[in-house]
């Protein structure tokens, strides 16, 4: 069977991490060879940035003084997260294209259209995210799930630990920002309800991924 990468995107709270579980589990169990991941990812780069979201490790905050628009912690989040989605596509351990190439179904929670969604605010942002993941392939289907700002932090309410990014003003951002990239995607997509059963969702994106394999 031919490799397959599918990307699972939304806002925080919106069930991403669950849907691709749910995925996996079903996929291994048809005997399907799968790789569960996300961004950021496990390696180095990855740990450092779950330390900056999580505010284990300080990073400098406020506007950049030669570009009054931009925000300096999603600037840096900008850089490194493409840093580690370099390496999460191509280190050669468990790297994304490695292992579709091998022919493994590699299921992402985020990818890219995770940073135009969470740091860009204005055009020359948009056009800084957009050349730092101009050399990364699009995937092959995309699963967006798309729910309401207010749902999310009523699910997140009970973390133990809230990351930078998950309050209602940031992710009202986001969600425009999710609705305008997959408004004018031309790929593989799959836009699902994310308030619906965890089961509707779940068979609607297996026949979506089963067709396309």
Partial sequence: MKGFFVVFEGIDGSGTSTQSKLLYDY??????????????????????????????TAFSKG??????QSDLFDEQMAYLFAADRH??????????????????VVISSRYFFSSFAYHCSSKEEY???????SRFPNPDLVVYMDNE???????????A??????????????????LNIFDNYDG??????????????????VNKVLGAL
Avoid: Q, W
């Fill in 188 to 205: 593989e997509l799959l836009k699902v309800d994310a308030n619906s059963p965890v089961s509707d969702i779940h068979c609607d994106i």
């Fill in 27 to 56: 996929l291994t169990s048809k005997g399907i060879r799968c790789h569960l991941t996300a961004e950021p990812s496990a390696g180095p780069i990855g740990t450092l940035i779950r330390h900056g979201m999580s505010g284990r």
């Fill in 63 to 68: 506007k950049n003084p030669f570009l009054e």
């Fill in 127 to 133: 056009e800084f995210v957009k050349e730092l993941n």
């Fill in 149 to 159: 700002v207010n749902v999310s932090v009523e699910r997140m309410s009970s973390r």
């Fill in 161 to 178: 630990v809230v990351d930078e990014y998950e309050n209602k003003e940031k992710l009202e951002k986001v969600r425009n920002n999710y």
């Fill in 87 to 104: 390496d999460h596509l191509y280190n050669s351990l468990d790297g994304v294209v490695g292992l579709v190439e091998d022919g493994v």
